[in-house]
């Protein structure tokens, strides 16, 4: 054994996944709950699907359960998709169920790549391409980049809908408002910004906050919150799991239509 072939190897297969990322139906920024979910639907379904992650492991704000006591809360309409990922769950109460939210995150990437989607981790995007007022990529940068602040331009990606899973910030939309002023398809055109925690409301809302944003741009997750004014919910993630399905079907039915 070679110490070279070791090398090569890693090389050969990383660049051979990249360069088949570059043109995908789908990029989807952040690996969390919500953008891994939307991912294996649109993977099982058959697109082309590459989702890129900021920070080494993909998970969001999962793994860390509620602060830190690493097992989460579902409701019972989501249990169907537990079933599915084979993650086991236990029944807290008439309306509520936990899992280990290390099993839950490790499953839902299992299946996630299972179905055929690409993660990249350690990569962030930080800008947007727009063509003819739609969105169609992304602009990526190696987060150690980004972080360190070293002057070294990015790449792209070529997508035909982008999603915006990053979390409370949500960075695509704010990019979006910035670039292209307040445009976005919220109230007031712009990231309206997240609420105080008010879990019951957060998660009535959350489906309604998953749509196309701006054309070729849908968001999900607690992005969708954010950018609609909704509040945030907390240690309870079956918001996360149906937004990121909804986003899927939405992206769906659009690619159908096209
Ligand atoms: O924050 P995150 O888990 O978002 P989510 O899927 O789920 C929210 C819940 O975890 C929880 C909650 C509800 O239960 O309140 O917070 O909506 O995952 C977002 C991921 O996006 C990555 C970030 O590192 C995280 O893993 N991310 C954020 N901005 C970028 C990014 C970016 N510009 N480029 C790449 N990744």
Redesign the pocket.
Known sequence: MDEIDISKAIIEDFTKNFLDSLEVDVAV???????LMCGYRLAQSGYKVAI????LRA????PGGGMMFNSIVIQKEVLRIFDELGITTHRYNHELFVASSIETISALCYKTMKAGAKIFNL????DIVIREDKICGIVINWSAVVWSKLHVDPLSVKAKFVVD?????A?ICRIVEKKMGKKLHTPEGNVSGEKSMWAEKAESEILENTKEVYPGLFVC???ANAVSGSP??????GG?FLSGEKAAELIITKIKKE
């Not at 890129?52 to 920070?55: A, D, L, N, S």
């Not at 998970?59 to 999962?62: F, K, L, Q, R």
């Not at 990569?123 to 930080?126: K, L, P, T, Y």
Request: glycine content about 26%; charged content about 15%; overall charge negative.
């Open positions: 920024v952040g690996a969390g709950p919500s953008g890129f992650e900021r920070h998970g969001g704000g999962m990569m962030s995007a930080e899973a990053t979390g409370h910030d960075e997750g607690m992005a945030r919910m907390g240690a309870i993630f996360m």
